[in-house]
């Protein structure tokens, strides 16, 4: 059965940069860079989607990577809801930081937070048929105590939509 859009209805979000609403595979692959006054500490994840397995290598001030590897136990998958047009997913709205409006550049849609700690910076893309990118960077160099350690992150998401909803 084909449902159609009433003008009572809301308008979907722009599936070029946001996914719509459906059951979602989700696969990451993210690395943190932590510096404290004393240390640096550096940690790369990945998170395989099809089997839930999560690995991660540690490396602290140059000395030998660690890696600990958790075997999945099943897919790792996420129910997203709808999404407004020019809203960022609930998932990416962050307590205490202004987003500007997502804006197009060279085929993303870009949205940069700030936040008293430092900032985010947020890319979203369409990358085939069934699959959506969420790029973020992240950088702590706000408003935080003498001493603390700042971080810088970068990760990526791919969200592939493997069906409906249930419940």
């Given at each position: 059965?084909?449902?159609?859009?009433?003008?009572?209805?809301?308008?979907?979000?722009?599936?070029?940069?946001?996914?719509?609403?459906?059951?979602?595979?989700?696969?990451?692959?993210?690395?943190?860079?932590?510096?404290?006054?004393?240390?640096?500490?550096?940690?790369?994840?990945?998170?395989?989607?099809?089997?839930?397995?999560?690995?991660?290598?540690?490396?602290?001030?140059?000395g030998s990577?660690?890696?600990?590897?958790?075997?999945?136990?099943?897919?790792?998958?996420?129910c997203?809801?709808?999404?407004?047009?020019?809203?960022?997913?609930?998932?990416?709205?962050?307590?205490?930081?202004?987003?500007?409006?997502?804006?197009?550049?060279?085929?993303?849609?870009?949205?940069?937070?700030?936040?008293?700690?430092?900032?985010?910076?947020?890319?979203?893309?369409?990358?085939?048929?069934?699959?959506?990118?969420?790029?973020?960077?992240?950088?702590?160099?706000?408003?935080?105590?003498?001493?603390?350690?700042?971080?810088?992150?970068?990760?990526?998401?791919?969200?592939?939509?493997?069906?409906?909803?249930?419940?």
């Amino acid at each position: 059965m084909a449902l159609a859009l009433t003008a009572n209805a809301a308008p979907a979000a722009d599936t070029r940069y946001l996914p719509p609403a459906g059951l979602y595979q989700v696969d990451i692959v993210g690395g943190i860079k932590i510096q404290s006054p004393t240390h640096t500490l550096e940690r790369h994840d990945t998170y395989e989607g099809k089997s839930g397995s999560i690995s991660s290598e540690y490396k602290r001030d140059g000395g030998s990577p660690a890696k600990n590897v958790i075997p999945g136990t099943g897919p790792h998958r996420t129910c997203i809801g709808p999404t407004a047009p020019g809203a960022l997913p609930k998932g990416l709205a962050i307590d205490g930081c202004k987003a500007t409006k997502g804006q197009v550049v060279d085929g993303e849609m870009v949205a940069l937070h700030t936040c008293p700690w430092g900032s985010m910076k947020i890319h979203l893309r369409q990358v085939d048929a069934k699959t959506w990118q969420t790029s973020v960077e992240r950088v702590q160099n706000g408003n935080v105590e003498a001493g603390t350690a700042r971080n810088e992150q970068k990760t990526v998401m791919r969200l592939t939509r493997v069906g409906d909803c249930k419940g």
